[in-house]
Structures are given as structure tokens and as C-alpha cells.
């Protein structure tokens, strides 16, 4: 029985299948080299412990603290249970030093001070678990097995470091490998530090869908971010430049009054990317001499990947109204 004959249309358009797969083929394989080649020349830099590069004072004064000091033993000062909004309203913001070379920063920890509020913990372990996976495309963008992993002890004792050394960082909340979605919604409304910022209206149509949305997205993608409306910043990336980009749009939100404007704006690409680039910028002049490479090796690949995000924004906007101006003339 003879095959049945495919017709010379047929053979032509699977022809052009087959060489436009080709050619995506041969496309990915040269973005995947340029990578791997520009990592490579970007990767380098002197090996400085942490501690030496970001060096942390002696001691910090907490109105209260919940860590392991490095003989094993859990130290608590002003109530274990008490959340960051309720320690400052029952403590009465009285101070106590602790000494910095007592912290094992390997274990977690809940730092609250005047300034600022920080919290080293591990999100639930479903989380944790879809978070490896939806986080693969981020680890092979930027060529990173590690990158989402969460801070180890001397990157979160670098993070704490800046948001101890820099002042211009007030009523900030730092947290490290971990989210609380819940909480922080509550602190839209409880926390007098998150409150003093926006109106009830913008807490109630912005801040609570955009605290939801962005925590629980960050949870399970494992991924960095700063929100606005609640004044947080979440870090997973085993990398200073990260940390100090989140904290960077901090900075750049607090050139204003209030912080729904910073958030509300950012859903147009211009603004987005303008945004993106000003993190950058400070997190470069942030980072000790050593990690200034930090800046080409991962800030700049991240911001690439909002030039796209804008760059499909502006095609589709395009196709839309080429499409609208074609049914119009069929129209007429």
C-alpha cells in the first residue's frame, strides 16, 4: 500500500517549521554562550570575608531581640512573642545593647530597634519547595544555582550591617528567607510606623492587594522585592548587590510624601524602568570595593529582563492599535 503523498503546500510550511525552529535553536544557544562568556568575565572578584567588607558595630540597641548567641542558648529581650508594631508600643522603646559577636547568625532571629525591624526566618516548607522550582528560570538567567537558596550567616550579618550603618534607612523592615503576608496586611492597619505614611483609603484599595499579591508571589518564586506600602523589604538572594537594590527603592520611595504614588506608577514600563535603573545605581555606590563587580554581574542581566518585560509591553500596545487601524479601513 502506497503512503499517502503530502502535497507541495504542506511540504513547504513544515519546511518553514523546521527552519524557523532552527534558527530559535541557534538563537538561544548564542544568548545561552554571551551569558555564560559574560558571566564569566563579571564573576571575578577579591575573596574578602564579609565581615571585613561590611563590618558590623560592636554592639546595637534593641528595644527587643530574639536570637542564639554562639554557645546554643536562645536569648530574649523585652517578650518572645511579641510582634515588631506591638514591641514598640509596650516596650516603651527602652533600649538595651547586645553585643554583635554573641549572634549566631546562622539561626533565626528577630531584631526590633527604633529604626528599623529585622527578621531572619525559613518560609513553610511547601513554600520552599515550589519556590525551587518556579525559581529555576531566575538561577539560569543569571547563571546561579545558589541565588534563591536564602542568605547564609555571613550575607545576613551584611544586611544587617548596612541597615545598622545607614541611617537614612528609618522605620524599615528587613526580612531574610522568609515572608509573612498576613502580618504585614495587618500592619497596614496596626502599625503606626506604616500608618503615618498613607491614608486609610490608599491602605485599603492599594496596600492590601498589593501586600497579598507581591508577599505571597516573592514566597513561592523566591524571589527579592521591596513593597511600599508597608515599608518591607525581603530578601532571598545569597548576594549583597540584591539586598541593597530593595533597599535602594526604599531610598528612592522616600523622596515622597507617600508611598502608594511609588507603587501605584510602577505599572507603567517608563516608570518601572526608571525605578529598577535608580536601585541599581544605589545599590552600586552601597557595595564595598570588592563587590563593586556585583553591579555588571547581576544588577544589569536583572535589569535586561525589565527591558524585555517593557519591550513586549510597547510590541503589543503597537499590535493592538495596527490591529484597530485595519478595522477601521475594513470599515470604511
Same mark, same amino acid.
Not at 528612592?252 to 518601572?272: E, K, L, N, Q, S
Given at each position: 500500500? *502506497? ?11 513544515? @519546511?518553514?517549521?523546521?527552519?524557523? @525552529?532552527?534558527? *530559535?535553536? @541557534? ?105 525551587? =522550582? ?7 538567567? *543569571?547563571? &546561579? ?5 536564602? *542568605? ?10 548596612? =541597615? ?19 502580618? &504585614?496586611? @495587618?500592619? =497596614?492597619?496596626? &502599625? ?115 527591558? =524585555? ?13 495596527? &490591529? ?9
Amino acid at each position: 500500500m *502506497l503512503a499517502p503523498q503530502i502535497p507541495n503546500s504542506e511540504k513547504i510550511k513544515m @519546511k518553514e517549521v523546521k527552519t524557523d @525552529k532552527n534558527k *530559535l535553536g @541557534k538563537r538561544l544557544l548564542g544568548i545561552a554562550g554571551g551569558l555564560v562568556l559574560y558571566y564569566f568575565l563579571t564573576g571575578h572578584h577579591p575573596n574578602v570575608p564579609d565581615r571585613e567588607k561590611y563590618p558590623l558595630p560592636q554592639e546595637i540597641k534593641v528595644i527587643q531581640a530574639n536570637y542564639t548567641n554562639k554557645t546554643g542558648e536562645e536569648i530574649s529581650i523585652g517578650g518572645k512573642n511579641l510582634r515588631f508594631h506591638e514591641a514598640r508600643k509596650q516596650l516603651n522603646l527602652e533600649e538595651r545593647a547586645i553585643n554583635t559577636d554573641d549572634i549566631d547568625f546562622s539561626k533565626d532571629m528577630q531584631l526590633t530597634t527604633k529604626r528599623y525591624n529585622f527578621a531572619r526566618d525559613k518560609d513553610y516548607m511547601v513554600s520552599r519547595a515550589i519556590g525551587w =522550582l518556579v525559581s529555576l528560570p531566575r538561577r539560569l538567567i *543569571l547563571f &546561579d544555582y545558589d541565588i534563591s537558596n536564602g *542568605l547564609n550567616a555571613e550575607k545576613t550579618k551584611s544586611v544587617l550591617a548596612k =541597615l545598622e550603618n545607614d541611617t537614612t534607612l528609618k522605620n524599615l523592615t528587613v526580612r531574610v528567607n522568609h515572608n509573612e503576608p498576613l502580618y &504585614d496586611t @495587618k500592619r =497596614l492597619f496596626r &502599625d503606626d510606623m506604616v500608618k503615618a505614611r498613607n491614608g486609610g483609603a490608599a491602605r485599603v484599595l492599594f496596600g492590601v492587594g498589593s501586600t497579598l499579591g507581591a508577599e505571597l508571589f516573592s514566597e513561592l518564586s523566591r524571589g527579592d522585592y521591596y513593597n511600599p506600602m508597608t515599608q518591607s523589604v525581603c530578601v532571598y538572594s545569597n548576594v549583597e548587590s540584591v539586598a541593597f537594590h530593595e533597599m535602594g527603592h526604599y531610598r528612592d520611595c522616600h523622596r515622597y510624601d507617600r508611598d502608594w504614588v511609588y507603587g501605584i506608577f510602577r505599572a507603567f514600563p517608563p516608570v518601572t524602568l526608571y525605578q529598577e535603573a535608580r536601585a541599581s545605581l544605589f545599590a552600586k555606590k552601597d557595595l564595598a570595593e570588592p563587590d563593586k563587580n556585583q553591579f555588571a554581574r547581576y544588577l544589569i542581566p536583572a535589569f535586561a529582563t525589565y527591558l =524585555l518585560w517593557a519591550a513586549g509591553k510597547v510590541k503589543k500596545a503597537a499590535k493592538k492599535i495596527k &490591529d484597530e487601524d485595519k478595522e477601521e479601513d475594513k470599515e470604511d
